[in-house]
């Protein structure tokens, strides 16, 4: 099969290589559409290594067509189906606490086994046991069922820090997850929701999200703008959607009283960020992470997406073969972009 292979960091190129050889109960999938995340550039650029080999094919964001059933009777060859790519072991302590997107025993499709950006993807028993694929329906193309697994880290990290009606959130960030931060808060009723990031394009399309207004930090200052916003009162919820330590700072500046700042974003290893606890202490804040899915995650994003109770169609703004994975990875990275698929030819 054809793939693009991650030889090191920066090093990645469409080879031919061996098709994937399932073990028992292994399924299959020929792969339709796959969706770059932040995380994938990341690892692509060196700033993600835990659990990261050499060489490894990523994409983890993918729906496809299953060629191969390993003998499952749910499942049937032409089945169209997504993923949810985190295995939880489902034995450990914080699995049976509910925290499975934490299992430190479960495996991540897309570097710690072969992801999407391929021709073929092999899929564990285990995963398939625990229910990890979902049948697609009809009127849900591959390429938006791809985006699934972003949206339900989303729905976690909301989760999280219980966003709900008639908070004013603010939103550090307009990139393919904040803008998915602000559909999602539009859908749970959010009373305002302001967007920040200096990409006008991203502003426009934070707008066209569900938005109420968008500030662009190079130009304004963010904690005034916030304040005037809100009447002097700052953001109920501030979501650092960018992975960039000075945001950190910001957010608690942004934060009104009893606010809630969620850390959502991956930063690279070893950064550092400076806060100021005196607003953490005397403001009340709660300042939480939120990191990866659970199998109830995606269940509930796939539901909402199947549902068009969100519509993430429009995210999607670049399509490309799997032999130009070079310009897709360019794409993604330019700010040129919202969503990049890489989709069978």
């Known amino acids: 099969m054809k793939a693009a292979v991650l030889t090191a960091p920066n090093e990645i190129g469409l080879r031919t290589t061996e098709d994937p050889q399932p073990s028992p109960g292994d399924v299959l999938i020929r792969v339709r559409a796959a969706t770059i995340c932040g995380t994938d550039i990341r690892i692509f650029r060196g700033r993600k290594t835990a659990g ?12 496809g067509e299953v060629i191969d059933t390993g003998g499952h009777a749910s499942l049937k060859k032409g089945d169209r189906v997504g993923l949810c790519p985190f295995i939880a072991c489902g034995r ?27 021709e073929i993807i092999r899929i564990p028993a285990q995963a398939v046991i625990a229910g990890n694929l979902r049948h697609l329906p009809d009127e849900m193309g591959f390429d938006e069922a791809a985006l699934v697994e972003p949206l339900a880290c ?6 999280k820090i219980g966003l709900s009606s008639a908070d004013t959130v603010a939103v550090l960030g307009a990139g393919p997850i904040g803008l998915l931060h602000v559909q999602l808060a539009r859908l749970r009723g959010a009373a305002r929701i302001i967007s920040s990031d200096p990409n006008a394009h991203r502003r426009t399309a934070a707008l066209a999200g569900g938005a109420d207004a968008v500030v662009d930090p190079t130009a304004e200052n963010v904690v005034e703008r916030m304040r005037a916003e809100t009447d002097g009162r700052g953001a109920d919820v501030v979501i650092c959607a960018i992975g960039v330590p000075a945001l950190a700072r910001q957010a608690t500046d942004l934060a009104a009283h009893g606010g809630r700042i969620s850390l959502f974003a991956g930063f690279s290893k070893g950064e550092l ?6 607003a953490i202490h005397y403001r009340e804040l709660t300042i939480t992470g939120a990191f990866g899915l659970s199998r109830r995650d995606y269940d509930r994003a796939f539901d909402m997406i199947a549902s068009r109770r969100l519509d993430l169609r429009p995210l999607i703004t670049h399509r490309y073969g799997l032999d130009r994975v070079h310009d897709a990875f360019a794409r993604a990275e330019s700010g040129k972009a919202i969503k990049v698929a890489i989709l069978d030819a």
Not at 52 to 63: K, Q, W
Not at 95 to 114: F, P
Not at 154 to 159: D, T
Not at 273 to 278: I, K
């Open 52 to 63: 990261v080999r050499y060489p490894s094919i990523l994409g983890h964001e993918f729906a």
């Open 92 to 118: 450990c302590h914080l699995c049976k606490r509910g925290m499975e997107n934490l299992c430190t025993n479960g495996v991540a499709v897309g570097y710690e086994i072969d992801g999407a950006f391929a």
């Open 154 to 159: 989303v729905l976690n990290g909301q989760n």
């Open 273 to 278: 960020a400076e806060m100021d606890v005196n």
